[in-house]
């Protein structure tokens, strides 16, 4: 099963606006990571956050982590129509795991 | 640099058919990944390889086989194709230092393979 559930599924806001999502994970982590996929393309990352930080921000993107809920959340501030997208986290687990487990993912939809 | 690169863009098969994916990469990464992604859902690990000649299952390996036999490169084989295998195909490959999990994964553009 997924490491990763992202929430919500699909997100429809107006250019400008304020785009939250959240990641939720089972396991404990080494890291946290959010990627974006435009469609038809392949993933591009966007940020990491590593478990013993709590947020983090790169640009428009403010990224945080709760590891005693294992969630995180991806905030994109003052959104573009360039911005409409598929986002995924996707968590990296402790204890030995050699891989990277991606979410579901959020379709977010900006309205120009 | 040229990054993650993928052969072929497209491909149609027949049922029983064989073919393999190519993965190329000139960033030096140790990790490299083969994963599936089908409409709605997130990606899905198939094979990775941590190194060269060496090669690891991940969640939905049956049906597949990979080699790793360059560091740069990752080959994903089909032996004998079924529709189920209809998908995008995508290549990544990252780099990790011991103890600290791993950093970003860099993706190709992907493989449309449709399984008639």
């Known amino acids: 099963s997924q490491q990763g559930e992202e929430d919500p599924q699909a997100l429809s806001i107006q250019e400008g606006e304020n785009a939250t999502m959240n990641c939720s994970y089972k396991?404990?982590?080494?890291?946290l990571q959010w990627y974006r996929q435009n469609s038809g393309r392949g993933l591009v990352h966007l940020i990491l956050i590593r478990s013993n930080e709590r947020e983090k921000h790169s640009g428009r993107l403010r990224v945080t982590l709760d590891t005693s809920k294992k969630s995180s959340s991806l905030l994109i501030t003052a959104s573009r129509a360039a911005d409409t997208a598929s986002y995924f986290c996707?968590?990296?687990?402790?204890?030995?795991?050699?891989?990277?487990?991606f979410g579901t993912g959020t379709k977010l939809q900006v309205i120009p | 640099n040229a990054g993650v690169t993928q052969t072929p863009k497209f491909r149609v098969l027949k049922t029983g058919q064989s073919m393999t994916l190519l993965c190329a990469q000139d960033m030096n990464h140790e990790y490299m990944y083969w994963y599936r992604q089908d409409p709605g859902m997130g990606l899905r690990l198939i094979h990775y390889s941590v190194g060269e000649g060496t090669t690891a299952k991940g969640e939905v390996p049956d049906g597949y086989n990979v080699s790793r036999l360059k560091k740069q490169n990752f080959l994903l084989g089909l032996e004998s194709a079924a529709p189920s295998q209809t998908s995008v195909y995508f290549c990544a490959s990252s780099y990790s230092l011991m103890g600290q999990g791993f950093y970003e994964q860099y993706f190709g553009p992907g493989t449309r393979l449709t399984v008639t």
């Open positions: 396991t404990s982590i080494n890291n």
């Open positions: 996707a968590t990296d687990a402790s204890g030995g795991y050699q891989k990277v487990t």
